[in-house]
């Protein structure tokens, strides 16, 4: 069905079912002037917002609309994990173009859905307009914190390791497979493609290394190189890390080798692995390491004096400056 037959209210009201999973801090949700919402006593309120537009963030020919809805949740959900939040509400815009249909819509929803579901956010309003060109999706986050585990980019200190969640770089390998169109060829290539279109927020890792006392933490949206360039310039220090200790998963490092491709690229500089990389000290480390918290952690380098700048130890030894030179919008 198209949305002329439907018309917007009746969208919305599609749109409306299944989007409250805790009623406890919801007064108003979707259907008023705005939602009333409560907010945790003693907590800070976080909000952040995120776009994706269509041909810049997404190709519609290789990502499905559910896919898409939970990656559009997913990149928000992480810059409230990097403030070591717990989320708890989104809005979220769309601008529809023509092309699509309501079954698009619906199931756009229905990947928001499922994210928001499991990680008991509340859908609590948006706003739904025709596109003369291309879909834009917008979502902002809101979520809480208490003030003593907040996550700021400015809190490294010199002699602080740097550490990162899970792996790099599949993501951006992901991409490149789907644009080539060669992620069918072998096995290994899907699972990269997956965490490509559909990302896992590290919320659950976030809180918990602040409540371990991390110094300062970023997700990486547009690659580590220009994450770590954030934080070292955000706290006023150098920051070096070690090629050889980046971790990559078994899947980049083969899809690296038969695109003829250096896996360390994509980590560095691909961008959208929605993990998180911070800044601890050493003796807070090995607490989490005891408790044995089950997130993947690993140390990539530490926090130097701001004169040295931010430092790559390349696989030979040789000491290189590393470039911010992740993804830039103006700069493709
Ligand atoms: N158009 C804008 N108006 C106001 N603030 C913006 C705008 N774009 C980005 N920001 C702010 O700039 C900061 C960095 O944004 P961004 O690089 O997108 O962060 P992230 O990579 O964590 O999503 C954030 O505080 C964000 O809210
Ligand atoms: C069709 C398509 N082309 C290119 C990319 C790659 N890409 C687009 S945006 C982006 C970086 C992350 O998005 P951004 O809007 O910068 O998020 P933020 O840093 O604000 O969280 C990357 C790597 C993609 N995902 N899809
Ligand atoms: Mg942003
Ligand atoms: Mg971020
Ligand atoms: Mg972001």
Redesign the pocket.
């Known amino acids: 069905m198209d949305f002329k037959q439907l018309g917007e209210f009746a969208l919305i009201d599609l749109i409306k079912v299944d989007a409250i999973h805790n009623k406890d801090n919801v007064v108003i949700g979707i259907g008023d002037d705005a939602a009333a919402l409560i907010p945790a006593p003693h907590q800070l309120q976080l909000v952040t917002t995120?776009?994706?537009v269509e041909?810049?963030?997404?190709?519609l020919s290789?990502t499905s609309a559910w896919q898409l809805g939970y990656k559009s949740i997913a990149?928000n959900l992480?810059?409230i994990a990097a403030m070591g939040g717990k989320p708890t509400h989104v809005v979220i815009s769309i601008a529809l173009p023509s092309y699509l249909s309501v079954d698009f819509v619906v199931s756009l929803y229905e990947g928001m859905k499922e994210i928001c579901h499991e990680f008991g956010v509340n859908i609590v309003g948006g706003d739904t307009v025709a596109s003369p060109n291309g879909l834009v999706i917008n979502v902002t986050a809101m979520g809480e914190v208490d003030p003593k585990n907040l996550q700021r980019r400015s809190g490294a200190s010199v002699g602080d390791l740097v550490v990162v969640t899970g792996a790099l770089g599949d993501?951006?390998c992901g991409?490149e497979l789907l644009?080539q169109g060669t992620w069918t060829e072998h096995e290994f290539f899907q699972p990269l493609v997956l965490r490509?279109v559909t990302p896992r927020p590290q919320v659950a890792a976030g809180a918990m290394l602040a409540s371990f006392g991390s110094t300062s933490m970023n997700?990486i949206?547009?690659?580590l190189a220009s994450e770590v360039n954030e934080i070292a310039a955000a706290s006023q220090v150098g920051i070096r890390i070690y090629a050889k200790m980046i971790p990559l998963s078994a899947e980049v490092c083969a899809a690296a080798g038969a695109l003829g491709k250096d896996g360390l690229e994509y980590a560095l500089y691909?961008?959208?692995d929605y993990q998180l990389v911070f800044t601890i000290p050493s003796q807070q480390l090995s607490l989490i390491s005891q408790a044995d918290l089950g997130i993947k952690l690993t140390v990539i380098g530490e926090v130097i004096e701001q004169r040295h700048g931010v430092l790559l130890v390349d696989e030979e030894g040789v000491e290189l400056q590393l470039e911010p030179k992740?993804?830039d919008?103006f700069r493709?």
């Open positions: 995120d776009m994706l041909m810049v963030h997404f190709d290789t990149v992480s810059d993501s951006g991409l644009q490509h997700d949206s547009d690659g691909g961008g959208e992740g993804y919008h493709q």
